[in-house]
């Protein structure tokens, strides 16, 4: 057994990008945008957010070529421009959203299967949690084999799901109706929409869910063969999962009305696909979700150990969480990750709507780890940090950090205050493990400054707390 930890090149690095953001949420766009906005408001919120993720894709790519000693993407970038709390806080929430996001996954697979087996429902049956922690443990103990071999498979499962996807696209090409596109473009038949910014805002969770995953190269920067296949895959990734998303839900709306597309069960992509071709689309659509889930499983089954392993490296998690078995795999955070998504499998018996919440939440609770990102890279253009002799470069990444800050603040905005105060509810309890690392290295736990912003959390988790109990906020 070599000491060396295996390395991954640029095909492995895409198809961690791709796989990690190609889940669940492409398969169930159509209906999900539909529900809260109709043509024009979706391709303002597309253009919004092609111009607002491009510029994140932009701030990893940047920072992981001028920042190369800073290994673990979001979590070392907050470290290193606003302390080790700050730190702390990117990794914990990541760590969060992304096996919250599992569980998601989890439920929408087992859904799917529902539909060819019944006995697995709406995905949060006794046998469909059954089969779902079956799963889980068997996914587990394959990472535990070796992060090379699992990046192989998810390789292969990353071309498997893009064939159906890619058919959809050439399908609804041809079936697109612009007289049906064009019917109502504003929403003006629908006034439960509201305005054009009300529809905006509200589907802007929805693509930030889609996209989650575009840092997964960064994530994993300490093992990549070449530090500058990191930025390359960041952007490749992105480009290449942008161009699926805005067709799969555009030439929808020019297939089915925004009212018809609203109504569909998800996985709403195979009710489209069916529309048009009949049975067999539904059942293409439906298998190409179910690999689809399958790999995007096992990608963040890999960035969840992952990142709690790069935090644990350089001491801002506990010391236990660094412990690595014979074939370089982060194990510690590995079972803590699972234990936490098998915890919630269970949670999902028990109440219904946890399911869509947890989605929402997990996006909410990532969008911290994105907004310190993207001020850390305008921090370092500010300083001209990195920057010696070029005044040209500085000025553009000047210009991309601003409008990725921005976006990453306008994100906190459209998710609300529901959502605000529900991460800090579960931001807040990541503090135990913050001051078990920092008395390992017999530190102080926290400086003046993040006294105060721990004291803010703790605030916003107490009115959360609140809300819970008495029924102002619900999960």
């Not at 303002?44 to 993407?73: C, E, H, S, Y």
């Not at 190269?217 to 992105?238: H, L, N, Q």
């Not at 493990?433 to 959390?457: C, D, H, M, Q, S």
Request: aromatic share 12%.
């Amino acid at each position: 057994m070599s000491d060396t930890p295996p390395k991954l090149r640029l095909g492995a690095l895409v198809a961690l990008v791709v796989g990690s953001m190609i889940g669940g949420g492409i398969f169930s766009l159509p209906q999900n945008m539909a529900a809260s906005a109709d043509v024009g408001a979706i391709l303002i919120g597309w253009a919004i957010t092609a111009v607002g993720m491009l510029t994140l894709a932009f701030v990893f790519q940047t920072l992981a070529n001028r920042k190369p000693d800073l290994d673990g993407g979001v979590y070392a970038y907050a470290k290193a421009g606003f302390g080790n709390y700050m730190g702390f806080s990117s990794a914990w929430g990541y760590w969060i959203s992304a096996w919250l996001g599992n569980v998601g996954y989890f439920v929408l697979l087992f859904s799917t299967l529902g539909y060819f087996f019944p006995i697995f429902g709406e995905g949060n049956t006794v046998a469909a949690v059954i089969g779902a922690s079956l799963l889980l443990w068997a996914v587990h103990f394959l990472v535990l084999r070796g992060i090379k071999e699992a990046a192989f498979i998810n390789l292969v499962t990353t071309v498997a799901k893009v064939v159906p996807l890619a058919l959809f696209v050439l399908i609804a090409v041809f079936a697109f109706r612009l007289d049906i596109f064009t019917a109502d473009i504003w929403g003006v038949k629908n006034p439960d929409l509201g305005s054009v910014m009300n529809q905006v805002r509200h589907m802007m969770l929805v693509t930030v869910w889609v996209f989650i995953g575009i840092e997964g190269a960064s994530i994993f920067s300490a093992r990549a063969e070449k530090r500058s296949d990191v930025g390359k895959a960041t952007v490749i990734g992105f480009i290449t999962v942008l161009l699926f998303l805005v067709l799969v839900n555009v030439l929808s709306l020019g297939i089915m009305t925004q009212p018809e597309l609203a109504k569909l069960q998800n996985p709403s992509m195979a009710a489209v696909l069916e529309h048009v071709v009949g049975h067999w689309g539904a059942v293409l659509i439906s298998i190409g979700l179910i690999i689809s889930l399958l790999g995007a499983l096992l990608s963040w089954v890999l960035l969840c150990a992952e990142i709690l392993f790069a935090a644990a490296r350089d001491h801002t998690m506990p010391a236990f969480l660094r412990r690595e078995n014979t074939n370089h795999v982060p194990a510690n955070a590995l079972w803590l990750t699972n234990a936490m998504v098998q915890l919630f499998l269970i949670v999902t018996l028990f109440s219904a709507s946890t399911y869509l919440s947890l989605i929402y939440l997990a996006t909410s609770m990532i969008l911290v780890p994105y907004l310190w990102s993207a001020a850390y890279a305008l921090l370092l253009a500010v300083r001209g940090e990195t920057y010696e002799n070029a005044l040209a470069e500085r000025r553009k990444d000047l210009l991309i950090g601003v409008i990725a800050l921005t976006y990453a603040v306008w994100l906190l905005y459209a998710g609300g205050i529901k959502y605000l105060l529900l991460s800090a509810l579960l931001y807040a309890p990541g503090a135990v493990l913050f001051a078990k690392a920092r008395r390992e290295v017999g530190k102080p736990v926290f400086t003046a400054v993040e006294k105060l912003i721990f004291t803010a959390v703790v605030a916003g988790a107490l009115v959360a707390a609140y809300g819970l109990y008495n029924g102002f906020l619900a999960l």
